[in-house]
Structure formats: structure tokens, C-alpha cells
């Protein structure tokens, strides 16, 4: 079993709908990061949280360290917003510096 | 102005072949990392480096090793590549105390 495990694994909505993607993760974390990889293969770093919400955008993220769980949320989502999203723990060994990925949230939205 | 980069782009290459991986940033940042993404999809780090000194070596066959002529390089040398190598890798810095990473574009390398 994967450290941080997400889900789902594949989400298909239609432009406009609310999205909400989940990541647990089973480790200590001293930070929980969301990155987002485009179609074309980059990957941008979104959110990095370690308590309550951040938001930037149409994009919000929440993470309860008591539950281990981290959402990460899009409004009004819109076909661009069509990517892999992966969550990452960073652990606390080797002065914070380890990252864990989830497997990945594959993302469509159908205009 | 590209923040970090990486060359080349895409590698083809035989079984049993050595090959580089370069990696340059330039963001001035203290922290580099290489990551390799499967077939799958599935991210994970390989190593760190801070300052050119290694504080991150995961399970990484000793086939590959990173080499840090500078804080702003990372470089990675694949010995006797193998088809389970085929991946895309991805290069990535962070800041001294700083949490974002910036990644590169990846290195798509099929072994044959």
C-alpha cells in the first residue's frame, strides 16, 4: 500500500462542475504539496499546506493533520483545467526534504 | 530564461549503453533533486542534493549516479542502461527555506 494514496484515480466533469480530489497519506508530514502535471508532461508546483486552507485562484486546498487528509478543490472548473493532479507528503527525515507522490488524479472536463 | 533545464529532451538508447542526464537551474537556489516517473505515472525522488553535497539517495541502483560540479547543476550518469530505466525524469530545485520546488521539463529515455 502506497504511502499517500488519492482519489479518484480518473475524474471526468462537465465544464462548470466543482471538483474535489482527495489525498490520504499514512506517514508523518511536516507539509503537503498539490502540483499539477499538464498534458504535455510539465509539472507546476500548486499548493504547499501544512494547516488549514490556501487558496489561489479557482483552486482551494485543505488539509486536516488530525485525519491525514488533504482536498484539493476547483470551482467552476473549465476544459485547461484538464491534468494530472498529484499530491506529495514531505517527510520529516532528512531535514524535511523527501517528498512522497500520491499516484495521481487524472483529470477531464468536457466542455 | 527558462528557471530549470534540462537536456536532452528525449534519449533513445541501446541496452547496455552509459548515458547523461544534464540539468541546469537558474533560480539560484541552494536544493536540486531527480525524480523518475514510470510507466504508470508514478513519481519518485531519487535523490537530493544541497549545496553539491548529497543528502538524499533512495533506493537507486548504483548504476546511476548524480554529480554536482555546482550549485546550479545536477547532473545524472546512467552506467550499463537497462530496459526497466525507460522513464521520464524530472529534474527540480527549492530555495533555502523556501517550500515550492520548480521542475524541469523532463527527460523522456527509452532503453531498447
Known amino acids: 500500500k502506497n504511502e499517500v494514496e488519492q482519489s479518484p484515480q480518473n475524474l471526468t466533469a462537465q465544464e462548470g462542475e466543482f471538483i474535489t480530489i482527495n489525498c490520504s497519506y499514512s506517514?508523518?508530514?511536516?507539509?503537503l504539496h498539490w502540483l499539477q502535471q499538464h498534458p504535455g508532461g510539465g509539472i507546476v508546483s500548486l499548493f504547499m499546506?501544512?494547516?488549514g486552507k490556501k487558496k489561489h485562484g479557482r483552486l482551494i486546498a485543505t488539509i486536516n493533520i488530525q485525519e491525514k487528509h488533504s482536498s484539493l478543490h476547483i470551482t467552476a472548473s473549465h476544459p485547461r483545467d484538464s491534468a494530472v493532479y498529484i499530491c506529495a507528503a514531505r517527510g520529516t527525515n532528512f531535514g524535511n526534504e523527501k517528498l512522497t507522490f500520491g499516484t495521481g488524479t487524472r483529470l477531464t472536463i468536457i466542455p | 530564461d527558462t528557471a530549470v533545464s534540462q537536456t536532452p529532451k528525449y534519449l533513445v538508447t541501446q541496452m547496455g549503453n552509459d548515458k547523461s542526464i544534464k540539468c541546469e537551474q537558474n533560480?539560484?537556489?541552494?536544493?536540486m533533486y531527480w525524480y523518475k516517473q514510470d510507466s504508470k505515472k508514478f513519481l519518485k525522488i531519487m535523490f537530493s542534493?544541497?549545496?553539491?553535497?548529497?543528502?538524499i539517495n533512495e533506493t537507486v541502483p548504483n548504476r546511476f549516479s548524480p554529480k554536482s560540479p555546482d550549485k546550479a547543476h545536477l547532473n545524472l550518469h546512467i552506467n550499463s542502461l537497462e530496459l526497466g530505466d525507460s522513464a521520464v525524469y524530472f529534474c527540480a530545485s527549492r530555495s533555502a527555506g523556501a517550500d515550492t520546488q520548480y521542475f524541469g521539463p523532463g527527460t523522456r529515455l527509452t532503453v531498447l
Open positions: 506517514v508523518g508530514i511536516s507539509a
Open positions: 499546506l501544512s494547516s
Open positions: 533560480l539560484g537556489h541552494d536544493t
Open positions: 542534493y544541497n549545496n553539491k553535497e548529497l543528502i
